[in-house]
């Protein structure tokens, strides 16, 4: 059958017409990460919550461990973020005047769209899987002064 190819009998005879210095190279392929949450040191955020980060080039997830009647203060971010409850439950203050509530318990999600007001209150001995979008640089270098300000 003459005039039919194969697609990679194309691609191979463009390639091998190219002078070497032109023949397109597969950029390097990023490594990849594992992490074990128990063998990563805790963070002491105050002295009822503490919490260990796991960052990538554009999200960030941690696991945020809290005692039971801890609170993080009402603050904001431009980062998206999701709250999963692993374990125990938080009760929920969402928009500047707090007027919404919600109690997520574990195995449940709470969306947090970017730049909405809210505050956190643990009902029990509680760890929470956050992610967000984009990474919280102020977590990392820990600008994250809304748990020591005082209301």
């Known amino acids: 059958m003459t005039g039919i190819y194969a697609a990679g009998d194309v691609l191979a005879g463009i390639v091998k017409s190219l002078p070497s210095e032109e023949i397109p190279h597969m950029t390097e392929q990023p490594s990849v990460s594992h992490y074990r949450w128990d063998a990563m040191p805790k963070e002491k955020v105050t002295d009822a919550i503490d919490r260990r980060l796991v960052t990538g080039e554009r999200s960030m997830l941690a696991h945020v461990y809290l005692a039971a009647d801890s609170v993080v203060p009402r603050h904001s971010h431009d980062h998206e973020q999701f709250s999963y409850i692993l374990q125990g439950a938080l009760h ?10 919600v109690v997520v318990r574990a195995g449940e999600v709470l969306h947090i769209p970017s730049n909405v007001p809210h505050k956190a209150k643990a009902l029990e001995d509680t760890i929470d899987l956050d992610v967000f979008t984009p990474v919280r640089q102020d977590w990392l270098d820990g600008t994250d002064t809304y748990f020591h300000d005082e209301p």
Do not use: K, L, V
Not at 92 to 101: A, M, Q
């Open 92 to 101: 929920f203050w969402i928009g500047e005047d707090e007027s919404e509530e």
